[in-house]
């Protein structure tokens, strides 16, 4: 079945360092979309990503969708203390029958 | 009460006992999913409902029942389950039952069983 394998796990930052979480996958995908989890609590939408070399930005975070629309990367320029939380991405492939396909996620850790 | 809600936001439970999650949302979608998040593990599937309709069914258990009575409302029933079911359960729903669609999640039920 379709994987989605997310690096690092953890990343330590001082506050104000850039960060970069990548997503790959084992099948082409048709999007891919980002949630960030807060600790303790839920998973919210940030975006998603359609076209084959799209890149979109928010503020400070960067998305890019790669070219064969197998990986994916966000990137978060300067931190603060508030991008704390876990950052998934989330893979459709195919017709979607094995539905969104989660990564484990990267934890970011910010040090004032 | 806005966006999606689960209640309880906590359940301890004993392997004999029988419980229900509820899951609600006010968003007026017209799917509704649950998730299953345990420590060290990608977020899994467990249950699709796309107008009411269950379309997903990703291998899980029998001893989690899932019902949706309306576009609003999605409960899962618990019965004898194992310890290694201890996780955060979280609902999501969506505009349609398409995956491409943005997904909203609701705070959890953290599950302990024992």
């Known amino acids: 079945g379709q994987q989605v394998m997310q690096i690092p796990q953890y990343q330590h930052v001082q506050e104000g360092e850039d960060f970069t979480t990548y997503c790959n996958s084992s099948?082409?995908?048709?999007?891919i979309q980002w949630y960030k989890q807060r600790p303790g609590g839920h998973p919210v939408f940030l975006i998603q990503?359609?076209?084959?070399?799209e890149v979109k930005k928010q503020k400070r975070l960067t998305f890019q969708f790669g070219e064969a629309k197998k990986n994916s990367s966000l990137h978060i320029t300067a931190t603060q203390t508030t991008d704390v939380g876990t950052y998934f991405c989330?893979?459709?492939?195919?017709?979607?029958?094995?539905?969104?396909?989660f990564g484990k996620g990267t934890h970011l850790i910010i040090q004032p | 009460e806005t966006g999606v809600t689960q209640t309880p936001r906590h359940l301890v439970m004993g392997m004999t006992n029988k419980k229900s999650l509820k899951c609600e949302q006010h968003?007026?979608?017209?799917?509704m999913y649950w998730y299953k998040q345990s420590a060290k593990k990608p977020l899994e599937l467990m249950f699709v409902?796309?107008?009411?309709?269950?379309?997903e069914n990703n291998s899980v258990p029998s001893r989690f029942s899932p019902e949706c009575p309306n576009s609003s409302h999605l409960f899962l029933h618990l019965h004898t389950l194992q310890p290694e079911d201890s996780a955060l359960y979280l609902c999501?729903?969506?505009?349609?039952?398409?995956?491409?669609?943005?997904?909203?999640f609701g705070p959890g039920t953290r599950l302990t069983v024992l």
């Open positions: 999501a729903s969506s505009r349609s039952g398409s995956f491409g669609d943005e997904q909203f």
């Open positions: 099948t082409t995908l048709s999007n």
């Open positions: 990503l359609v076209k084959s070399g």
């Open positions: 989330a893979g459709i492939s195919g017709g979607g029958a094995d539905g969104l396909t």
């Open positions: 968003l007026g979608h017209n799917a």
């Open positions: 409902y796309s107008l009411e309709e269950r379309v």
